[in-house]
């Protein structure tokens, strides 16, 4: 070696020491050939374990690695790089180190290639942090997926009809919101209701009422397709929303082939379900309709289709929408109505058809309105019950009733017995047979508390208070009465149950015993089951003389009825009483 040489590669050696990174040189056939001491100091690896071998064959992880191959193309072509990592196991112990290396190609005067001269680094500890980094992000990737799926699948189930895999009340109160908040020129809404759907759950079980819904989803949204979005909003109602190219015609259209869809019978488990569908449709536009609005019209468009024999469909009109806000306003007036105590009893006498003698009356819930009146039941019970309120109007035709009996009494006038209407909600009141004890002061007017069918023909939510209020009322003296019973669900189970002292046979059986001889032996029958309970039949409905005559023949001695009078107020009752006294007392005799 030449001085100028020994001194050219003593500089090199003192360069490299004082660099952070190590030195290397290869030979023409990528053998190295030159290690800077710093390579130990960085690995912790001598410079003979490579000395001598080719690049090649040191890499241990990365023989497969696109880049590696990339690199050795490189090799092979004589072209610099800078910066190229790759990994190897050190030979002490294993260990895996990152390299990071650039390297010029070395070529002699005449252009012949003489190996590759260059620099490396030792990058471990940044690598293995990236890595780190790396897998951290990668499984926070992982999370976020798994949070989003949760996420969605959270929003399916708030969203979402389990039963149907229809969208929910939730996803349809947002829908409509958002479907008036666009700037479109109307928005359709179609409320399609089952019919009969409750009969199929009572009598063929829950299982078969679910397949109906299922059914009765599918055949909906077959019939709407991509015309609108159909969701189910509760027990078996749907709503429709309609946005695009919304016409009278199309929503009307939708709405009879949803009725003829439902016509057909519904099979489940060997047994054929036949329900139907009623359809009420409104219409709103955006900024003059709210959501509310738009499905209080659907609504009275669909008691419309109900009122008018189900199956059928209806429009939302001028007419429905002025009837429906005079509701609105009569449900409005009424806790002033309570405060102001404009809710008094009516009388209608009960009589004895062997002796014609009155043996009681019924107390019947009038609302005398300071502008519209004396209002029947049934202007305002519904709406009564919309508030709440039907057990606060119980409980003032039982003060009013029993104080008027009371008052008939006081002027030597006798009304033998009186009946109340009681509701579910106010025989669940467990505070029910203390005001009774209170307000039920003459004892001389029998008092009857009268059930709905229906009440004692569903269970009740609250059995106990149920059973118990019945018990403690007998055990004062009140009898109890069934009211119109055969109205459409009789029970001679929940009969059973009650064993009430008296069941009255409603109107539309007594009629039709007077016009159909068939239907006159089903009321024989009744009757004759019910004395068999020891239990006393009266004939509700009752005009004129050939009703009396058929229920003489039935053997049903006590009726009422406009044959004998309308219902009375408390003054006419008196007056009623006083014609009647002399037939009272022969009775009472």
């Known amino acids: 070696m030449t001085s100028h040489a020994k001194h050219k590669y003593r500089s090199l050696e003192d360069f490299a020491s004082i660099a952070t990174e190590w030195f290397w040189e290869t030979d023409a056939a990528h053998r190295f050939t030159y290690f800077s001491d710093r390579l130990e100091e960085e690995t912790k690896v001598p410079p003979s374990k490579f000395l001598g071998r080719r690049r090649d064959t040191i890499p241990e992880d990365s023989v497969d690695d696109p ?57 471990t500890d940044e690598m293995i942090a990236l890595k780190s980094l790396e897998a951290s992000h990668a499984a926070l990737e992982e999370r976020n997926k798994e949070l989003d799926e949760a996420r969605k699948a959270l929003e399916r189930a708030a969203f979402s009809d389990p039963l149907t895999e229809l969208p929910n009340r939730r996803a349809f109160a947002r829908d409509l919101k958002a479907a008036l908040d666009q700037p479109t020129s ?17 009598t063929l079980g829950h299982p ?53 869809a439902m016509f057909e ?23 003059r309709f709210t959501a509310a609005q738009l499905i209080a019209n659907a609504d009275v468009a669909l008691y419309e289709a109900k009122r008018s024999g189900r199956n059928t469909v209806r429009q939302i009109t001028p007419c429905m929408q002025e009837r429906m806000q005079a509701h609105r306003s009569l449900v409005a007036e009424i806790p002033r109505a309570l405060e102001n105590g404009e809710f008094i ?76 209407n009681i ?30 069918e229906t009440i004692y023909f569903e269970e009740p939510q609250d059995v106990a208070q149920f059973t118990e209020n019945l018990q403690e009322l007998r055990d004062m003296g009140v009898r109890i009465e069934t009211d119109d019973f055969g109205s459409g ?72 009825g406009y044959a004998l009078s309308r219902p009375l107020d408390e003054a006419k009752l008196a007056a009623h009483l006083k014609a009647q006294q002399p037939l009272i007392r022969a009775a009472g005799q």
């Open 186 to 202: 109307q928005v359709g809404l179609l409320h399609v209701d089952l019919d009969r759907f409750k009969w199929v759950n009572d």
């Open 345 to 420: 009893p009516f009388f209608q006498p009960q009589v004895d058809i062997r002796t014609g003698a009155v043996v009681g009356a019924e107390a019947l819930a009038r609302w005398h309105h300071p502008e519209h009146g004396i209002l029947p039941p049934g202007a305002f019970l519904n709406a009564a019950a919309e508030l709440g309120q039907v057990a606060a109007i119980d409980h003032i035709m039982l003060e009013q009733a029993l104080a008027a009996a009371e008052r008939i009494n006081q002027h030597r006038l006798i009304l033998p017995s009186v009946s109340v």
């Open 208 to 260: 078969a009422g679910d397949a109906v819904l299922v059914c009765a989803a599918a055949r909906i949204r077959n019939v709407v397709t991509e015309t609108g979005a159909v969701y189910r909003v509760g027990g078996d109602e749907f709503m429709i929303i309609l946005t695009h190219d919304v016409t009278e015609e199309l929503a009307n259209w939708l709405g009879d082939a949803i009725v003829d």
């Open 489 to 560: 669900r009789a029970s001679i189970t929940g009969l059973l149950k009650i064993l009430p002292d008296r069941v009255k046979i409603d109107r539309s059986l007594i009629q039709a015993a007077v016009k159909d001889p068939v239907k006159r032996n089903v009321v024989a029958a009744i009757l004759d089951m019910i004395r068999g309970l020891g239990i006393e039949g009266l004939a509700e409905g009752v005009e004129c003389q050939a009703d009396i005559e058929t229920i003489r023949a039935l053997g049903c001695n006590i009726f009422q």
């Open 67 to 123: 880049k590696w191959i990339k690199h050795l193309e490189d090799l092979n072509a004589h072209r610099p790089f800078r910066n190229f990592e790759y990994v190897i196991r050190r030979p002490t112990d294993h260990a895996p180190l990152w390299v990071r290396v650039s390297g010029q190609p070395l070529f002699d005067d005449d252009g012949a290639f003489m190996g590759y001269r260059g620099s490396a680094h030792n990058v």
């Open 423 to 452: 509701s579910a909600a106010r025989l669940m009141d467990p505070h029910l047979t203390l005001d009774v004890a209170r307000l039920w002061r003459d004892r001389r007017c029998k008092l009857c508390i009268e059930l709905l």
């Open 265 to 287: 019978p519904i099979e489940h488990d060997q047994q054929r379900a036949s329900v139907g569908a009623s359809v009420g449709i409104a219409f709103g536009e955006p900024g």
